[in-house]
């Protein structure tokens, strides 16, 4: 019978999606352990500019407030790989394990890394506050903002850099492929369904 053709062929095709989606976990796994350092600078940079933007809250703060705050950093970014492991552990929200209906072929899949991005470096924002350094200059958008469940949000583009961070590249590269199998394995099943139906009505 054709169909028992078509469901070896489907089978094959689940296959090498089955090894595809295993290099992806992996990387993933790479991500998150490379996150930790591009959100530690991020982080520094970020507190250094609101001081630099702030010198007269920061001449009013003293030489001991600065020290409280530059300890409280510190100790953020040493937390860093904790966080992001968190940021990074819902493997339902994983790009590759959506469905092939949740995410079409043609579908960029760089959302998802900025967006854990965000949710590291939103730790900051607590920290900022308790400082007075979270407001902004009369006349300039707000980047930071407090939510209603008292978590702050980085809310303008944090400007990941994925030239720092090579799994989200190798990851892109190989999710490319995992689509065009995705694709593939729809067509397909439907395929299968078809001929199925044709075999019934052959058979009665």
């Known amino acids: 019978m054709k169909s028992n053709s078509i469901i070896g062929e489907l089978t094959d095709l689940e296959r090498q999606r089955d090894i595809l989606n295993n290099q992806l976990d992996k990387k993933i796994g790479e991500f998150v352990d490379q996150l930790p350092s591009v959100a530690g600078q991020w982080i520094e940079n970020e507190t250094r500019r609101r001081i630099e933007d702030n010198p007269e809250h920061s001449q009013t703060m003293g030489a001991k407030r600065l020290s409280e705050l530059k300890k409280k950093m510190k100790s953020l970014i040493d937390q860093l790989p904790e966080i992001c492991k968190g940021e990074a552990s819902n493997k339902d929200a994983w790009p590759h394990h959506a469905t092939e209906e949740d995410h079409p072929s043609n579908q960029v899949k760089e959302g998802y890394f900025n967006s854990v991005f965000r949710g590291v470096i939103n730790n900051l924002g607590a920290i900022l506050d308790e400082y007075g350094l979270i407001v902004e200059k009369a006349g300039h958008y707000p980047s930071w903002k407090k939510e209603f469940n008292g978590k702050y949000r980085y809310q303008i583009n944090p400007m990941l850099d994925t030239t720092k961070v090579p799994a989200i590249q190798e990851y892109i590269v190989i999710k490319k492929e995992h ?3 995705n694709s593939m394995i729809i067509k397909k099943r439907k ?12 058979s009665v």
């Open 179 to 181: 689509d065009k199998l």
């Open 191 to 202: 395929e299968l369904e078809k001929e199925k139906a044709s075999e019934l009505w052959d």
